[in-house]
């Protein structure tokens, strides 16, 4: 005879009394697993919610296209193309200017971007490697090892001579306003350009250099 008191269900007869609850119970702590995990992957800076295709798709290499119309100057919002961070900066006038700035560019490892790090040698706009000089357009990846650099736009936060630019949290690189790296930083080249283009005013196409697709297979010579 069994020491159980008559009073104790046996956990078998508790299973089969309430299937209902026994897969409720599962279902939410399921949901909650699956909010979590994707909480923990989001990014930590602005994620751009206005682009087509999907992000599953998008991940794939297809291109992907972002209104730039509510970034206002000064801001980086982050897109994703290829499981890939870009960033989207919507430059102000003053950081334009420190671009062409005889004490920056004396600075920098590549200046004029000989290097294979956009689509073509002329495929940018010389110092400021952009289609649109305000909107400034790069995958988010430090050239070293492909840590995320950090967006540092305030004038001597990094060094007493630094301009503003971005600072890599991993080993230190340094880079300017169009993600050109300063000497002396682990990375070796530029932050790549993305083959892109403007389909309005505000829409701008990541992954194609054009509307017949010209670059879309493009890989830099490091990301």
Not at 47 to 66: H, Y
Request: net charge neutral.
């Amino acid at each position: 005879m069994s020491d159980r008191p008559a009073t104790e269900p046996h956990m078998d007869s508790v299973e089969a009394d309430a299937p209902d609850d026994v897969r409720r119970r599962r279902f939410l702590l399921g949901a909650a697993g699956l909010i979590g995990a994707t909480t923990a992957g989001l990014f930590a800076d602005i994620l751009v919610s206005n682009m087509s295709p999907g992000l599953e798709v998008a991940a794939m290499g297809a291109p992907v296209d972002v209104d730039v119309s509510k970034v206002e100057p000064g801001q980086l919002i982050v897109a994703q193309w290829k499981k890939k961070p870009v960033w989207i900066l919507h430059r102000k006038q003053w950081m334009l200017d420190t671009l062409s700035k005889p004490g920056l560019l004396k600075r920098l490892r590549d200046p004029h971007s000989t290097d294979p790090q956009q689509p073509a040698r002329h495929y940018v706009n010389g110092n400021y490697r952009a289609l649109k000089p305000h909107i400034f357009v790069a995958v988010a990846l430090c050239t070293h090892m492909q840590c995320v650099p950090d967006f540092r736009p305030a004038q001597g936060s990094v060094t007493d001579w630094w301009y503003g630019g971005f600072h890599c949290p991993c080993h230190g690189s340094t880079y300017d306003f169009s993600a050109r790296v300063f000497q002396g930083s682990p990375a070796p080249m530029n932050i790549p350009v993305p083959p892109h283009y403007w389909t309005s005013d505000t829409v701008v196409r990541i992954g194609e250099g054009d509307a017949q697709g010209t670059h879309k297979n493009w890989t830099p010579a490091i990301w």
